[in-house]
């Protein structure tokens, strides 16, 4: 059994936006993917982005940290 924590949220301010993924990232050194390198692996991972769906436009990704700890 896995505890699992799933987040989106938007933040007018770049910096709070970063405030929270800097935190994550220091998290993700305690959490784990399920079945790496299987067919129905569950990578844990973060995602920093700059939204624009308020514009009418696609998300732009800034940022992407996986959690993985077998060797592929």
């Known amino acids: 059994m896995k ?3 799933r ?3 938007s933040f007018d301010a770049e910096a ?3 405030s929270l993924m800097n935190y994550a990232k220091v998290l993700a050194s305690k959490a784990v993917s399920l079945n790496e390198g299987t067919a129905n692996e569950e990578i844990s991972f973060c995602d920093l982005e700059i939204c624009r ?3 009418g436009l696609p ?3 800034l940022e992407r940290v996986e959690v993985r700890k077998a060797a592929l």
Do not use: G, P, S
Request: with cysteine; aromatic share 6%; glycine share 0%.
């Open 3 to 5: 505890y699992r924590v």
């Open 53 to 55: 769906h308020d514009e």
């Open 7 to 9: 987040l989106d949220l």
């Open 16 to 18: 709070d936006a970063q």
């Open 59 to 61: 998300c732009e990704k």
